[in-house]
């Protein structure tokens, strides 16, 4: 599989390529699907969430597949109820209510399990299958919150205070399990999507937000990929969670966010989801210029810096998937633009 070559750091003709939301609400088979299927519905029935996993795998030559789910899946195997309107809302806990959640019940989201191993039997050898679940942190956000913030100030006091170690060690716990269920179900490779990581200043994270996603990545037996947007504060320390690979965003071109994360590890993006917003020719240059940025150091994996937007252009998808597909790292133009 090219995604699992890229990150070993292997020396490849060209990167993987896969997107963050790749199946989802640009895609009109999946507004389709979605017109006789609730969101909630969708990711609880397997034949409905496998069959939208693998629709952009249809139209695009894509090196892996990304189960459908959310990152608030796992609480239901936790006894919490999550209402989608269309972000999550539930009602919000305390610290010590989150410390002292039920044991993690993998019967409860055995419908994702189903998926995972749906998706890997549908695609070929040479397409990782990607798992995924939410940071430890920005799960707690949302369960101290009740719902997405503008601020998140709830959350980033509680970090100041007694007991949220106790908090983030329960959620890192019922992470970790639940992501060893998706690989034994078949995943290659699992990501942890930290969103509201980047919230946080560098001693606060790595005081209390470090540990707990460590936690949730050990002892899975597969290549790990952990992601903070918005998080370039954090890139130096950010190693310490002992992950395969590291996504960034936007924010830096990537060959700047490579050389603060160390050589070492394998990067994964990092191209504006905007720019798919504007038309196939500033694609394709955009896109050449990430590959041009990141050709000098193997064990790249491209992506978006964020996740596709539900307005973009199925064409302008395909001018970034064919840009990258054709990309040859010992071309011309890639040793005349590579900047490492």
């Not at 999507?193 to 994270?205: E, I, K, P, R, T």
């Not at 002992?242 to 700047?256: M, S």
């Not at 394709?284 to 973009?312: C, K, M, Q």
């Amino acid at each position: 599989m090219r995604l699992l070559a890229a990150l070993r750091g292997e020396r490849l003709d060209r990167p993987p390529i896969w997107f963050m939301r790749q199946a989802g609400r640009y895609l009109p088979e999946y507004r389709e699907l979605r017109e006789r299927c609730s969101f909630v519905e969708a990711m609880r029935r397997p034949d409905v969430a496998v069959e939208i996993t693998l629709q952009p795998l249809r139209r695009f030559p894509l090196d892996a597949a990304i189960v459908f789910a959310d990152i608030m899946t796992p609480l239901e195997a936790l006894g919490i109820e999550v209402d989608f309107d269309p972000g999550p809302r539930l009602q919000p806990l305390s610290l010590d209510q989150v410390a002292h959640l039920p044991a993690f019940r993998p019967e409860a989201v055995g419908h994702v399990a189903a998926t995972v191993a749906g998706v890997r039997a549908e695609v070929g050898a040479d397409v990782a299958v990607i798992g995924f679940a939410g940071g430890p942190a920005t799960v707690l956000a949302y369960l101290l919150e009740g719902s997405g913030s503008r601020h998140f100030s709830e959350f980033r006091r509680a970090l100041h205070t007694p007991g949220v170690d106790a908090a983030l060690g329960r959620l890192a716990e019922a992470t970790r399990r639940y992501l060893r269920m998706q690989v034994e179900a078949g995943a290659d490779v699992v990501q942890l999507f930290d969103s509201w990581a980047g919230a946080l200043s560098v001693d606060v994270y790595r005081r209390h937000v470090i540990p707990a996603a460590r936690a949730a990545l050990a002892d899975l037996d597969v290549p790990t990929i952990y992601f903070a947007p918005a998080a370039s504060h954090l890139l130096e320390v950010m190693p310490e969670i002992g992950a395969t690979a590291y996504g960034v965003d936007w924010r830096l071109p990537i060959d700047e966010a490579w050389r603060r994360l160390g050589r070492s590890h394998p990067v994964q993006g990092n191209l504006d989801p905007a720019v798919l917003l504007t038309d196939p020719p500033t694609v394709a240059a955009a896109t050449t210029h990430v590959l041009e940025r990141a050709s000098g150091v193997d064990g790249h994996v491209f992506n978006l810096g964020h996740g596709i937007l539900p307005t973009t252009p199925v064409d302008n998808v395909a001018a970034m998937v064919e840009t990258v597909v054709g990309w040859d790292r010992s071309s011309t133009a890639a040793t005349k633009g590579a900047s490492a």
